[in-house]
């Protein structure tokens, strides 16, 4: 056998265990990938999912949150007195924490004619119509600006042009009330100091 016909064959031999250790490392990043891919992950899980995991865990154990109490209901942050929340509900089905944080305590109540009342808490005025709140007034904590004075009542900051009277503002129909108004002060006529929202008539339903 001739010297280059012996260096064509160990070449050849070289280029066939190259293939072989190519082929095995190929085979093993892939095994590796199939065992990674079946094996539970250990890296932490994401925020949806650990959120996804407190709510389970309050399922499972019954716990959930104390401001829960109302059905569901949970005041946002921010709010002074949640008006749409609180009118058109009727009075004796309002959770009692519900009433002591946004109405306070009950101080007077008024029988009115045709199955209306009138109740002052220490926070705000109520009418009820047949036990359901209709009307709520409420001072404001102190001088506020429209948007102010919305949002911390539970309304949009904006609820577009109102109707500008003497001493108040006011909507008809909006944010599913039938009149959301809000009363200046005397000093600064960009101040409001009030807050006065109808949720339906009594006289309308005749």
Not at 10 to 19: D, E, K, S
Request: charged share 25%; hydrophobic share 40%.
């Amino acid at each position: 056998m001739s010297i280059e016909s012996s260096a064509d064959d160990n070449a050849g031999v070289q280029r066939g265990q190259l293939v072989v250790v190519g082929l095995g490392i190929a085979a093993a990043v892939l095994l590796l990938w199939v065992v990674r891919g079946r094996t539970p992950a250990t890296e932490s899980p994401s925020l949806i999912e650990q959120a996804e995991q407190r709510e389970a865990s309050r399922r499972a154990t019954g716990t959930a949150p104390a401001a829960r109490a109302a059905r569901g209901y949970v005041k946002r942050e921010g709010l002074h007195l949640d008006v749409p929340y609180l009118n058109g509900r009727r009075l004796a089905e309002l959770p009692p924490d519900v009433i002591a944080d946004q109405l306070g305590a009950e101080l007077v109540r008024t029988d009115l004619p045709e199955g209306e009342e009138h109740l002052e808490f220490e926070k705000a005025q109520v009418w009820t119509y047949d036990g359901r709140i209709y009307r709520i007034r409420k001072k404001l904590a102190h001088p506020m600006d429209i948007p102010t004075a919305l949002g911390t009542s539970g309304f949009p900051l904006d609820l577009g042009t109102p109707i500008d009277a003497t001493m108040e503002i006011r909507w008809n129909r909006a944010w599913n009330q039938r009149r959301i108004s809000l009363i200046r002060t005397s000093g600064d006529p960009r101040l409001y100091a009030e807050i006065d929202v109808w949720r339906f008539m009594p006289k309308e339903l005749y």
